[in-house]
């Protein structure tokens, strides 16, 4: 910034080249996941790139990428949720029980998304309207959903094998379209739509604001407490369509379905440049984060070190990513 | 003939649970007047601006523009009836770019409704025109010094035809020849028929271009009186709550 005698005219000259390229955090992640390929390419022997293996890790990436992408919009908003894997397991097994009652699937699917919605936005009313940190909030009802499920199960699986009477609907789900796995295609449709709203919708100009400043959006006529509330209900629709998605591709729910899927998601928007306090954070990125962490599991495990590995591997990631990104948010002031 | 002032507020009263702290106020605002309202910390001036920028409702008395009674619930009630509200801390979200600023919660929308990116790069002319040039609509907001963001916020309320603006303590934070720019923009305000309520508890930054003056303390208006009828010292000594001693 240059400060000459400036009475009338104040030239503001942008040299950082951290600030010229908004995308430089994307950048640096898109590199880390080439490297990543790379470095497993070798370690498996090839086996990684595999029609096979590449199948396994992309239904991978795209279940917990779906996630990612929510929790990364909600996140953006300035708020959090703990509880989506409880309501991806209540997504699944609302769609299992129907069906085993003799609904049609795709009714049965789509009673699960309203579901998510319910259960999502519950999240996000509790959190608005009595003012509770939205941390404390979804963890009583992670712990809470998750409850209901074990009273409802009581812990007794739940078969769900469509693919015997509506093959349609698992084609639909969790098929294959040519060689690219169906929940992939979802996953692609999703992030394009939450990238054109959040940066080409007014109401992604508002996500971003109430993030980054909620009493600022607030002065400037923005709904916060209505931005909120719909990124929560967004998150938990996605949520249940991945838990959907998953117990029509294991064929049987079981009550622990979709456990620890909330720290990963988070993990991947960290990972992907999201700040945890709001008002920062990319779609693309999410997705970036996410494959980073599915390439680590199934790198080490194809590379035959053990599945002991990929914690210790990926919380080292995740501190790294973070200092990084640390670095380029000073560099960009 | 007498014509109808811009701003009519009677008898606003405004309670935080047993704290009264707008007691009773009335005044009037004209078109294109800078209205000084001063007062100590705690004397109710940023109560009565969140009333009247929609932040809370108040709790008895009635605001009238151009004569029409209105009720201002919300922010953006009050956005939508022409009165802007400069804030010192909150005018701008740091983490965001100059154009997304600019139009948030405004924000043109073309085809199918997606934001008009083009239209939102013309915040730059605007704000080239008020003296703050800046080269790309994108330009992160957190590296402007605090007088160019009360520029942004300024060029804002042009832009977008405010009838009266409120400014919440402009001046303070700024460094002596920002807050000379500051208030040469609220006389822009004047020359285009804007009115203005300067809210500070700084005198000397409001002396010079205000037309009248509110005094409050613990509430309640103690002075409303033009400049021509007074001076520093008088208005000093209400401040300080030495009127009628």
């Not at chain 1, 590199?31 to 790139?49: D, H, N, S």
Request: net charge positive; hydrophobic share 50%.
């Amino acid at each position: 910034m240059n400060k000459q005698n400036s009475q009338e005219i104040v030239n503001i000259k942008n040299k950082n080249v951290f600030s010229r390229i908004g995308a430089v955090r994307e950048i640096i992640i898109f590199g880390l996941v080439v490297a990543l390929f790379i470095v497993f390419f070798f370690t498996t022997k090839g086996i990684m790139f595999s029609q096979e293996a590449l199948k396994i890790i992309f239904v991978a990436v795209s279940e917990l990428g779906l996630v990612a992408i929510g929790i990364t919009m909600l996140i953006i908003s300035g708020e959090f949720d703990l509880s989506v894997g409880s309501i991806s397991a209540m997504g699944a097994l609302v769609a299992a029980k129907l069906y085993q009652l003799g609904l049609n699937p795709f009714l049965a699917l789509v009673i699960a998304l309203i579901v998510g919605i319910v259960l999502g936005g519950f999240n996000g009313f509790i959190t608005v309207k009595f003012n509770v940190p939205s941390f404390i909030v979804t963890l009583a009802t992670m712990i809470g959903y998750r409850g209901l499920i074990y009273v409802i199960t009581e812990g007794i699986p739940i078969g769900f094998r469509v693919v015997d009477t509506h093959p349609a609907f698992r084609k639909f789900l969790t098929g294959e379209l040519g060689v690219i796995p169906v929940p992939f295609i979802w996953l692609v449709i999703a992030t394009i739509i939450l990238i054109l709203i959040l940066n080409f919708r007014r109401f992604g100009n508002h996500v971003y604001a109430v993030g980054g400043n909620k009493e600022t959006a607030r002065a400037m006529g923005i709904n916060t407490d209505k931005i909120k509330i719909i990124c929560f209900m967004t998150l938990g629709m996605l949520s249940a369509l991945v838990g959907v998605m998953r117990v029509s591709r294991v064929r049987s729910f079981h009550s622990l379905q979709g456990e620890g899927i909330a720290l990963l998601a988070i993990a991947a928007a960290v990972i992907g440049g999201t700040l945890l306090k709001g008002g920062v954070g990319t779609i693309l990125g999410a997705v970036l984060g996410t494959l980073v962490i599915i390439l680590i599991e199934y790198g080490l495990i194809m590379s035959g070190v053990g599945a002991y590995m990929y914690n210790l591997v990926l919380g080292a990631v995740i501190i790294v990513v973070v200092i990084l990104n640390n670095v380029i948010e000073q560099r960009r002031k | 003939m007498e014509k109808l002032p811009l701003m009519k507020a009677t008898d606003i009263h405004k309670w935080y649970g047993k704290i009264h702290a707008v007691n009773g106020v009335s005044f009037t605002i004209n078109r294109g007047e800078i209205l000084g309202l001063i007062g100590d910390n705690g004397a109710g001036k940023s109560s009565l601006l969140k009333v009247l920028s929609g932040y809370h409702h108040q709790d008895k008395g009635e605001i009238f523009i151009e004569g029409e009674k209105v009720k201002i619930t919300s922010p953006a009630d009050a956005r939508a009836l022409g009165i802007e509200t400069v804030y010192q801390e909150r005018a701008l979200v740091d983490s965001m770019s100059l154009a997304r600023n600019f139009y948030m919660g405004r924000e043109p929308v073309g085809r199918a409704g997606f934001l008009n990116k083009r239209k939102m790069a013309e915040c730059i002319d605007v704000l080239k025109k008020i003296g703050l040039s800046i080269n790309s609509p994108n330009y992160l907001v957190s590296n402007l010094s605090g007088g160019q963001r009360q520029g942004v916020a300024i060029g804002r309320a042009m832009y977008f035809k405010a009838k009266l603006v409120l400014l919440d303590e402009p001046a303070a934070s700024l460094s002596v020849k920002e807050v000379h720019r500051v208030l040469d923009l609220v006389m822009e305000f004047k020359e285009a028929n804007i009115s203005v309520i300067f809210i500070t508890h700084n005198l000397q930054h409001v002396y010079d271009i205000a037309d009248r003056f509110l005094v409050l303390e613990n509430g309640e208006k103690v002075k409303d009186i033009e400049k021509d009828a007074t001076s520093v010292e008088e208005l000093t000594k209400a401040v300080m709550g030495e009127i009628n001693a």
